[in-house]
């Protein structure tokens, strides 16, 4: 059955997992929703955090290879997937996600520190 409006977000759940174990996060999908704007909140706070050490981190680079840094991209796609592997079990996938979202957020983030590295001068030796 395909429906053309959106859930209710304050009225009860229409579906319940199989899995008895299953621990609800919240009573209604309006709690759900405010839950995860919160989370979102946090997460671009730390991306902006993010994003001031990356900025920073121009200054230790000599060239456009080292703003790349395909080495520690890899470091970091890897250590970001082990960190998201035990809660695969609640869900699976998320390792995928979580390695899928870095790879762009880090491609925005070498474009972004490009842009910083042209406004930066060597510092002579």
Do not use: N, W
């Amino acid at each position: 059955m395909t429906t053309s409006t959106e859930p209710d977000a304050s009225g009860a759940p229409v579906r319940r997992f199989t899995d008895p174990d299953y621990q609800p996060q919240a009573d209604t999908l309006g709690e759900l929703r405010d839950r995860i704007d919160a989370l979102d909140a946090q997460i671009v706070a730390l991306l902006a955090e993010r994003a001031l050490c990356v900025r920073d981190a121009t200054r230790f680079k000599l060239d456009a290879y080292q703003v790349s840094a395909p080495a520690r991209q890899a470091q970091v796609f890897a250590k970001v997937r082990a960190l998201a592997q035990p809660h695969e079990d609640r869900f699976p996938g998320l390792a995928d996600i979580v390695e899928s979202t870095y790879r762009t957020l880090v491609a925005g983030f070498i474009a972004g520190e490009d842009r910083f590295f042209h406004a930066t001068e060597r510092i002579p030796s």
